[in-house]
């Protein structure tokens, strides 16, 4: 399978590998397709007035669990004068060319920050056309006439026209080319908390997701890879397979084999009696841990591509003494409650997919190309799912089912066991920082050199147009909140048969690790309090204002308690500024605790603050359990852990109190998935320091701090 893409970083996150109906709850098949129908009046070619006055949106993006789909009703309501309930939302089909020159791509946290704008224009200009058609009904002037609870009112006469009665005469003049945006201080919808309205049809078990797609006469898959990196199907007992009930098919591919039976069951139980049996090129074989983050410790020796210059015209005075520290991050799984699945039928020369994708356009070109079919041939039917994080921004799970299916004559599922799944991942890249960092007699940065080595993501995609430096890696580092010195940093691509892809956090996330813990050290040895020593770093006011706003919530400046260690961390990303204060303990047993998180957020215009709420809840949950104990290992070029019992993530019970702040602000929207993920690790890390005067510069922080016991 030949998955290489040609394109940018901003064209893979925000462009076409990553950002595209009405919202229809409860969530079910995407049997609208958001046109506005005969008579309606289109805003664009994903947001319509329909003759009977409804508001049809077609989501441009795909929802995951982070709210998208509520907020962007939020927006379309706003504008529109609508309660967000009376908009109709489905899930779009992938159609790359209806969402141009959006992506339907969801990831980068762009969704947001990529919509707001065009949204707004698009609903503006329907409100506008429909105000102008009720003063043309009442030979009125337009400033008389005021939108409002899908109905345009006549301030003077009283007068009420609803918007189905408005839409033919709307829909016959043209739409206007501009309509003014409402203002932050005319808000009724947006920053006003909002229940999520796909939540009651996720309760009731309702929704759709990819994994519950049945289709008409559909047959369900089960599947094993080679578990070694790059290894083949050497052979297998089929006669075995075929005599477990309800058995239909025995597919082999060069590094899999897939049963297809009546029930899912009964296609597992065929595997396990395949007894498949894989081979594999000694070097794959003999793929160990040890060896392969060795290997990128290694890199960090070598010169690396120059990402960032110092500038020459920085002039500062001579370091007074020179702090030096090496930062290491492991292997991490996607690990999302929803495993892979895909549901394609292939047929008469066409073909039709239902699965849930974070690029629901690119993943049917992909499909497209596997097939060798136009892409006209082939329907994307995207469905919500249970997580992506990542995982499904690659299309990998739709070309294998796709090659499934134009091999057997009935629509399949291909579903993929948990450890299938754990095992055969894209995982977050293994990476090593080395700092080395000139402070003057106050402690603060004269000079900053940052060397990186790790899997490039963006060299898997790009192919040759990649030129040596992996702009996701460095991602946060041209931008840096502390900034008044010269600064160098180069990065050296170390591959591994260890496949690597994005992970919630992208970028950004391995930097603020490693640039926030290294910051903290400086602080120490400094001898000033560490967000004391931020703030004399940045002169930036979003970011002295969440620092500040935490410094005092979280009771940073108490007397604390023997055994409660305090870490913070900033960050700016995703147009939006971060800051956290993490509370931990270490028990009798070692086990580090997590007693409190405190987080204040300034993220631009608010959409729904229950929204940001929930994200960090979850972000500080996801992020916390990779950086306490999340770690994929390699023994004998195959992955070790294969399930939550080796996987370890959070449980209900370790979970901490989290607080959250919102700073109001009217600045653009910001991105909201993943800074929760980045900020949470290195305070993390840093409390840890507070609390045990040890600086653990690996992760998972339980075992590197079970390491320098």
């Known amino acids: ?83 967000p309930e009376a908009v109709q939302v489905t899930i779009a089909e992938g159609d790359a060319a209806r969402f141009a020159p959006l992506s339907q791509g969801t990831g980068g946290s762009t969704s947001i920050r990529e919509v707001w704008q065009p949204l707004r224009e698009a609903a503006a200009k329907a409100r506008a056309a429909l105000l ?148 594999a090129p000694p070097a794959a074989k003999g793929a160990q841990q040890a060896a392969i983050v060795g290997t990128v410790a290694a890199g960090l020796n070598q010169p690396g591509t120059v990402a960032i210059n110092a500038d020459p015209k ?80 690659e299309p990998d799970m739709v070309v294998r089912a796709v090659g499934l299916a134009r091999r057997v004559p009935w629509p399949v599922k291909l579903t993929w066991a948990r450890e299938q799944d754990m095992t055969h991942d894209f995982f977050r890249p293994a990476y090593a920082d080395r700092f080395t960092v000139g402070v003057d007699a106050a402690g603060r940065p004269v000079s900053w050199t940052h060397k990186i080595a790790g899997s490039s993501i963006m060299a898997r995609l790009m192919g040759p147009a990649f030129k040596g430096v992996d702009e996701d890696v460095v991602d946060g580092l041209n931008a840096p909140l502390y900034d008044g010195f010269p600064r160098t940093v180069t990065f050296q691509q170390v591959e591994s048969s260890v496949p690597t892809g994005w992970w919630r956090g992208v970028g950004p996330l391995r930097t603020a690790f490693a640039v926030e813990c290294m910051v903290d050290e400086l602080a120490n040895a400094a001898n000033i309090d560490p967000i004391g020593y931020r703030l004399q770093l940045t002169s930036d006011p979003r970011a002295r204002a969440v620092l500040e706003a935490v410094r005092k919530q979280s009771g940073w400046d108490d007397k604390r308690t023997p055994n409660s260690g305090l870490g913070v961390a900033v960050i700016h ?49 996801f992020g916390g359990s990779a950086a306490l104990w999340g770690e994929i290992t390699i023994a004998g070029g195959a992955v070790e852990q294969s399930n939550f019992h080796d996987y370890r993530v959070m449980r209900m019970a370790e979970c901490p109190v989290i607080e959250t702040m919102i700073i109001d602000s009217h600045e653009k929207p910001g991105g909201m998935g993943e800074p929760p993920c980045a900020v949470i690790g290195p305070a993390l890390a840093n409390a840890l320091h507070a609390l045990t005067g040890k600086r653990v510069r690996s992760l998972p922080l339980q075992k590197g701090f079970e390491a320098l016991a």
Not at 370 to 383: C, M
Not at 575 to 594: C, E, H, K, L, P
Request: proline residues 6%; charged residues 20%; neutral net charge.
């Open 132 to 279: 102008q058609a009720a003063a043309t009904q009442w030979k009125a002037p337009v400033a008389d006439c005021v939108a409002h609870d899908g109905a345009v009112l006549h301030k003077p006469s009283g007068k009420v026209l609803t918007f189905a009665a408005l839409v033919p005469v709307a829909a016959a003049a043209p739409l206007p080319k501009d309509a003014p945006l409402l203002s932050p201080t005319e808000f009724k919808v947006l920053g006003k908390a909002q229940r999520r309205l796909d939540g009651a049809a996720k309760a009731r078990g309702t929704a759709e997701y990819g994994i519950d797609v049945i289709v008409p006469g559909m047959k369900f898959a089960a599947i094993a890879e080679c578990p070694i990196f790059g290894g083949k199907l050497a052979g297998l007992d089929e006669a075995a397979a075929k005599a477990v009930p309800g058995v239909d098919a025995v597919i082999r591919d060069d590094d899999a084999l897939m049963i297809v039976a009546g029930n899912t069951w009964a296609a597992r139980q065929a595997l396990i009696a395949a007894d498949p049996k894989w081979d």
């Open 314 to 393: 920085v002039a500062l005075p001579a370091a007074t003494r020179t702090i030096t520290a090496e930062y290491h991050q492991s292997f991490l799984a996607h690990a999302t409650m929803e495993p892979s699945n895909c549901v394609a039928q292939v047929k008469d020369g066409a073909c039709e997919i239902w699965t849930g994708s974070q690029i629901p356009s690119d993943a049917r070109e992909a499909a497209a190309k596997a097939l060798g079919f136009p892409l006209e041939k082939v329907t994307f039917h995207n469905r919500l799912m249970g997580g992506g994080f990542g995982r499904r921004l």
């Open 1 to 83: 399978m030949d998955l290489t893409l040609n394109a940018s970083r901003r064209e893979m996150l925000a462009g076409s590998a990553l950002l595209g109906g009405a919202l229809l709850v409860p969530l079910t098949a995407c049997a609208a397709t958001g046109s506005p129908g005969k008579g309606g009046l289109a805003a664009n070619t994903w947001l319509a007035v329909t003759p009977d006055g409804k508001i049809a949106l077609a989501l441009p993006k795909t929802e995951m669990g982070q709210g998208i789909l509520t907020a962007i009703t939020m927006i379309a309501a706003e504008e529109l004068a609508v309660a």
């Open 573 to 621: 990303n995703w147009d939006t500024y971060m800051a956290a204060v993490a509370d931990v303990s270490v028990g009798a047993d070692r086990q580090i605790r997590i007693n409190r998180v405190t987080v204040a957020v300034d993220c631009g215009q608010v959409v729904n603050p229950s929204g940001i709420r929930a994200q960090i809840d979850s972000g500080v949950i």
